[in-house]
């Protein structure tokens, strides 16, 4: 069965430091991995995607995201964290023989000044 | 590009009345996602829709819940009956396409539309 855990269901930083959001993936197939985020009130915000190629990938505003096949893994981050990061992130994953994406719970990033 | 538009917003109703929620789906896109998040929660499938057809509808409860997205017109999603556990930020969602490499497309959400059942 597919699934997706995002660890920590909030994660507060410093302005300036570094950032990760965790995510673990469970899939039958090749794993397609989202990242999104969502501001308060408003609707999901892609970021950026893992399909093939490069394990790391880079996405929307300054953050990436590393593919560890082995860890069955996709981690966010960001090398110096903005107070305006502050949002909710999502976790997404799907196979490549099947449409419907599997979210996770979501994590909570508080980037505190 | 307006992107995916959801209307009302904000729909207030109370119990045993009906909620219709409209999403209009990206130019071009004709897949359409509709997900529930109640506060504080990630997001629940609901149903998964091509024009004309219903494709997947396992997240849908079996009562009161029904969606279309019909040849002309947006997609609705429809809850007779409304009950306070109704109360949630409905989420729509469209993309190009589905399976493969190719159709590992990006969903782009629309703002929401939040419903409260008083």
């Known amino acids: 069965a597919q699934s997706v855990a995002q660890p920590e269901d909030q994660v507060n930083v410093a302005e300036g430091n570094p950032l990760t959001v965790k995510c673990t993936y469970s899939?039958?197939?090749?794993?397609?991995l989202f990242w999104y985020v969502q501001y308060p009130n408003r609707g999901l915000q892609f970021l950026l995607k893992?399909?093939?190629?490069d394990n790391l990938v880079k996405g929307s505003y300054g953050f990436e995201a590393e593919f560890n096949k082995s860890q069955t893994s996709f981690h966010l981050k960001k090398p110096s964290a903005l107070v305006s990061d502050s949002a909710l992130y999502f976790c997404?994953?799907?196979?490549?023989?099947?449409?419907?994406?599997?979210w996770g719970a979501g994590t909570k990033l508080i980037i505190k000044p | 590009n307006a992107g995916v538009m959801q209307n009302p917003r904000h729909l207030v109703r109370r119990r045993g009345q009906e909620a219709r929620l409209r999403c209009s789906p990206m130019?071009?896109?004709?897949?359409v996602y509709w997900y529930r998040q109640l506060p504080e929660e990630g997001l629940k499938f609901m149903v998964y829709?091509?024009?004309?057809?219903?494709?997947?509808e396992s997240g849908m409860p079996k009562e009161r819940f029904s969606a279309e997205f019909p040849k002309e017109g947006p997609s609705i999603l429809r809850i007779q009956q409304v009950v306070r556990g109704d109360s949630a930020a409905y989420f729509c969602?469209?993309?190009?396409?589905?399976?493969?490499?190719?159709?590992?497309?990006?969903?782009?959400f629309g703002a929401g539309s939040r419903l409260t059942v008083l």
């Open positions: 899939v039958s197939g090749n794993p397609y």
């Open positions: 969602a469209s993309s190009h396409g589905n399976k493969g490499v190719s159709g590992a497309n990006v969903l782009t």
């Open positions: 829709l091509q024009k004309e057809n219903i494709i997947d």
């Open positions: 997404a994953v799907r196979d490549d023989s099947n449409y419907q994406l599997i």
């Open positions: 130019k071009g896109h004709s897949h």
């Open positions: 893992y399909i093939t190629g």
